[in-house]
């Protein structure tokens, strides 16, 4: 039997929710991808994740979201816990991903909201312990994203899930309502790993019992993010109080335009990837780009000749 308490506690930290990158013919970068995630390692993630909402997953088809699952597995060798996103809008898609990552050996697994479809809590009870039900040994961490979904998971419907699905094991809580959080808390219980998907939440969740974050910025100082959870657990207070503030302004400048539009466009300055989207996603404004690489000049440490498109 798996011993889940033990499993919430590994996956602890900063959950870095690795970019897909894209060569100019739309093709995946899968080595411009296998370097981003050695990067993200060696520079403090405590896990890896992928196909989430920066991933792009309704940019890919089914095969090439287990692809970039199987490169993931492969590159990150056990080093850290993975975390690939396997939810969809339709249900059986996200059955069949879910029992692709425990096939391929994921540590856990993050199951968004079905979007567009806006069900009823009810229905999304019914669609969460299905999935739940048949890989009754992985893992499962509910994606709560609203203003992606159209649908909020209310407390109720996670308590629910929480009681009749032992392997539903936390939330990433991508709500800005943090009264809200606070009470998935309460009811769920302290020891329900709450992960914070809104970046100016990172600190403050972990104030109240946070298991730590899966942030978007993390793709561009994945060792900032990541020091804000190591300093709170090492009782760095001020440090992780510090960073939270550090990073307000590069959190902000990265979400003036679609998640991950802002980031690639990031990415593509810092030469660690060809700035490219799928559409009907693109690239933000040249204006926004502009503004971009200013915040972000003040962070790393740019090449002379930035990429921009």
């Known amino acids: 039997m798996t011993n889940f308490s033990e499993i919430k506690q590994r996956i602890r930290g900063s959950i870095s929710p690795v970019i897909t990158p894209f060569n100019e013919d739309g093709s995946i970068d899968f080595e411009s991808f296998e370097k981003l995630v050695n990067w993200h390692i060696e520079s403090g993630s405590h896990g890896i994740s ?5 991933g ?7 095969e ?8 993931a597995i492969k590159v990150i060798d056990g080093r850290v816990p993975f975390v690939p996103g396997t939810g969809s809008t339709n249900h059986q898609e996200a059955l069949y991903l879910t029992k692709k990552a425990e096939e391929l050996g994921a540590d856990a697994v993050l199951i968004i909201v079905p979007y567009y479809n806006r069900p009823s809590q009810h229905a999304l009870f019914k669609h ?10 992985l893992p499962i961490i509910l994606y709560n994203i609203p203003g992606r979904t159209a649908v909020n998971l209310e407390i109720d419907t996670m308590v629910k899930l929480k009681d009749a699905c032992p392997n539903i094991i936390g939330v990433k809580e991508s709500n800005k309502d ?4 606070n009470r998935v808390l309460l009811r769920c219980g302290r020891d329900f790993n709450v992960y914070s998907g809104i970046e100016l939440l990172c600190y403050p969740l972990l104030a109240i019992g946070g298991a730590g974050h899966i942030s978007a910025t993390a793709n561009i100082v994945p060792d ?5 959870y190591s300093a709170w657990v090492e009782g760095d207070v001020k440090r992780s109080q510090d960073l939270h503030y550090g990073l307000m302004e590069l959190n902000d400048v990265l979400f003036k335009d679609t998640n991950p539009a802002p980031v690639k466009a990031a990415l593509g300055m810092m030469g660690k990837i060809k700035p490219v989207l799928r559409l009907p996603m693109d690239l933000p404004s040249q204006q926004l780009q502009n503004e971009i690489r200013n915040v972000l000049s003040q962070h790393v440490e740019l090449p002379e000749i930035v990429s921009s498109k």
């Open 56 to 62: 792009e997953p309704s940019s890919l088809t089914i």
């Open 128 to 137: 969460f312990k299905a999935i739940a039900d048949e890989v009754p040994n």
């Open 50 to 54: 992928v196909t989430g909402t920066s």
């Open 64 to 71: 090439e979201r287990v692809q970039v699952m199987e490169k």
């Open 178 to 181: 943090f009264e809200h959080i």
């Open 224 to 228: 900032k993010v990541a020091e804000v």
